[in-house]
């Protein structure tokens, strides 16, 4: 069997596709850097293809010998972005595979997708869903299946990282009316009933809620998630709405605006349907995650969650001030006074003073921002003005308030928001 993912870099595509080569199944992924899919992937071919412009012509010419295809593309937060990578993309996809006789399509859903739902996430995903099943599969024996899934848990996903994160502070958050019910599903379980879906018997039509065997509280799936991470009950403490709202709107933790509103929706189904038509029944929660026993390395990782953007706020901080006060508090004599000591007066001086203190502004906004880049280009600054000091005032170091030796400790912070910046390419 060959098999096409699209989206193979995301979350659920590379669990698919890694379960997929493992059984020796041939897999080709298709996203937009495919250089980048083959080093996430070890084992499957790629391919190029950007769902917001591929033609149905396009992806012909892609899907000669290829047996079924895996749609896991999807875009959270971005809703300019939703009609085309959710609804028109997945179109001429659909279209292509009808035409180019591929025996069966997994459409990789949502749990709520309907095109008159609330969330414009889930009209467009909807959209897709209707378009696939509408599509007459006479004459072309292609069999498919939506699969809508609820949360879906497991390393590398946005709502593991989410609860991990809640699971790890130090008293545990109650999202009163944010939260609502849930009915998450592991990755493992997800995978499994998609393998099951590519070897069943044609004809195939289905749509399929993908949840879990128990709706639960959003407390109880941080608390799920606290005994997995192997740490002792806390005091529990509810969260005003109006703090979980800037909290989202600023992006200070690991939530959006869209991501609450779908917690208080709600996401759960009748679970019957899924053992039904799979014969498999996927595992409670707690049982799931146990399967995988939590290491070190993810209770860090959770607890860096809620740091990560107090650690850029008091970077950008630190360099606002630096450009800020020169210019405002700082008394002009005493500005004079420290550059003439490495050799500036004048107009020099004072071209050097604001040039100074608004590329550190400058620097402070871009960590704002979150711009990319931004902690390193303040490292090469912080080095420039280490070295001029130090080469013209070495007494410096042996400062009492530590006015070169505390550059060390924001060294460490820059390479710590750097380190958060990067990405795999």
């Known amino acids: 069997m060959h098999v096409l993912i699209v989206g ?12 997929l080569v493992a059984e020796g199944v041939r897999v080709t992924t298709a996203g937009r850097v495919p250089a980048r899919l083959e080093r996430l992937i070890p084992g499957a071919s790629a391919l190029t293809c950007d769902l917001s412009r591929d033609t ?25 972005g939703y009609p085309l990578v959710h609804a028109f993309g997945p179109a001429a996809l659909f279209d292509a595979c009808r035409l180019a006789g591929v025996n069966r399509v997994v459409q990789v859903s949502a749990l709520g997708a309907h095109p008159e ?29 939506v699969l809508r899934p609820s949360l879906v848990i497991g390393r590398g996903g946005r709502s593991s990282a989410l609860f991990a994160a809640l699971a790890a502070l130090p008293v545990t958050p109650h999202l009163g009316r944010a939260g609502g019910l849930v009915q998450p599903i592991h990755i493992d379980d997800l995978i499994e009933v998609v393998v099951r879906l590519l070897h069943a018997p044609l004809p195939l039509a289905e749509r399929l809620d993908i949840v879990g065997p128990e709706p639960m509280t959003t407390d109880a799936l941080t ?64 049982r799931a995650l146990a399967r995988r026993p939590a290491s070190e390395a993810d209770l860090q990782a959770a607890r860096f969650v809620s740091v990560a953007p107090i650690l850029r706020l008091m970077l950008a901080l630190v360099w606002l001030a630096g450009g800020i006060v020169p210019l405002v508090l700082t008394p002009e004599a005493t500005s004079a006074a420290w550059l003439t000591r490495v050799g500036l007066i004048g107009i020099p001086a004072t071209t050097a003073l604001w040039a100074g203190s608004l590329a550190d502004i400058a620097i402070g906004l871009a960590l704002l921002t ?56």
């Open 8 to 19: 193979g870099g995301g979350f659920i595509g590379r669990h698919i596709a890694g379960r």
């Open 56 to 80: 149905v012509e396009a992806w012909r010419g892609r899907l000669a010998g290829v047996d079924a295809v895996i749609n896991c593309a999807g875009l959270f937060g971005d809703a300019r």
């Open 117 to 145: 739902a609330a969330s414009a996430y889930h009209r467009s995903k909807g959209a897709a869903d209707d378009h696939l099943a509408a599509l007459d599969p006479t004459g072309s024996n292609m069999g498919w299946v």
């Open 223 to 286: 608390a799920c998630f606290r005994q997995w991470l192997g740490l002792p009950s806390a005091w529990r403490v509810t969260v005003p709405p109006m703090v979980l709202a800037a909290i989202a709107r600023f992006g200070a933790g690991p939530v959006t605006r869209e991501g609450m509103g779908m917690l208080a929706a709600g996401n759960t189904a009748p679970f019957a349907p899924l053992v039904a038509a799979t014969g498999y029944l996927p595992a409670p929660l707690d």
């Open 370 to 425: 979150a711009m990319r880049g931004a902690a390193l280009a303040g490292i090469g600054l912080m080095a420039v003005y280490t070295l001029i000091l130090a080469g013209m005032a070495p007494e410096l170091w042996a400062d009492p308030f530590g006015a070169l030796v505390k550059n060390a400790a924001v060294l460490g912070l820059s390479l710590a928001v750097h380190t958060l910046e990067t990405r795999r390419g």
